[in-house]
T-cell receptor, first 116, second 114 residues
Framework: GDSVTQMEGPVTLSEEAFLTINCTYTATGYPSLFWYVQYPGEGLQLLLKATKADDKGSNKGFEATYRKETTSFHLEKGSVQVSDSAVYFC???????????????FGQGTILTVHP | GAGVSQSPRYKVAKRGQDVALRCDPISGHVSLFWYQQALGQGPEFLTY????????KSGLPSDRFFAERPEGSVSTLKIQRTQQEDSAVYLCASSHRRAADTQYFGPGTRLTVL
């Protein structure tokens, strides 16, 4: 079945450091890909998404590019802030058709801690 | 406008008790999803409603789990005869209409079964 694998955490960085969180996926078709973020005490929020190969999703300084050839959707940010400390989830959704009904398949999450 | 709300936020149950978890989706949202998130894991799909119709319940782990959305708005996830392995955060998400629409998540209900 469809699955998502994220790099092991936790990740600890100093403020202004470069961030990469790796995500790879396995799917029978061509999914849409997402990064969700969960800040302490809050619910999951959509951070960015890409719906087809070579698309780049971006938001709040974060970017991820949909790479079909490597089945990857790595999250990057050039300069992290303390306020970026959160849990990050990579997810996929199979597109219209079939019986997926839009359900999301998530990775296990990566805890990011940014120190001043 | 109001987001997705869930209640209670925390629930402690003794093994064998029945529990009911409520989800209030964003007003007007047609699609509603339930997910289960075990500690240290990502959310896993449980079930999906389009209006009042439960179109996919393939993720429900056992027949002790039951969900309903009788009027196409509020949804309730019921777990009968709770077991320790049911301890998790239960997340509800809603989306406007189509499967392709963005899912908005509630804060979750943390269930602890003793």
């Amino acid at each position: 079945g469809d699955s998502v694998t994220q790099m092991e955490g936790p990740v600890t960085l100093s403020e202004e450091a470069f961030l990469t969180i790796n995500c790879t996926y396995t799917a029978t078709g061509y999914p849409s890909l997402f990064w969700y973020v969960q800040y302490p005490g809050e619910g999951l929020q959509l951070l960015l998404k890409a719906t087809k190969a070579d698309d780049k999703g971006s938001n709040k300084g974060f970017e991820a590019t949909y790479r079909k050839e490597t089945t990857s959707f790595h999250l990057e940010k050039g300069s992290v802030q303390v306020s970026d400390s959160a849990v990050y989830f990579c997810a996929l959704r199979m597109n219209a058709g079939g019986t997926s009904y839009g359900k999301l398949t998530f990775g296990q999450g990566t805890i990011l801690t940014v120190h001043p | 406008g109001a987001g997705v709300s869930q209640s209670p936020r925390y629930k402690v149950a003794k093994r064998g008790q029945d529990v009911a978890l409520r989800c209030d989706p964003i007003s007007g949202h047609v699609s509603l999803f339930w997910y289960q998130q075990a500690l240290g894991q990502g959310p896993e799909f449980l079930t999906y409603f389009q209006n009042e119709a439960q179109l996919d319940k393939s993720g429900l782990p056992s027949d002790r789990f039951f969900a309903e959305r009788p009027e196409g708005s509020v949804s309730t996830l019921k777990i009968q005869r709770t077991q320790q392995e049911d301890s998790a955060v239960y997340l509800c998400a809603s989306s406007h209409r189509r499967a392709a629409d963005t899912q908005y998540f509630g804060p979750g209900t943390r269930l602890t079964v003793l």
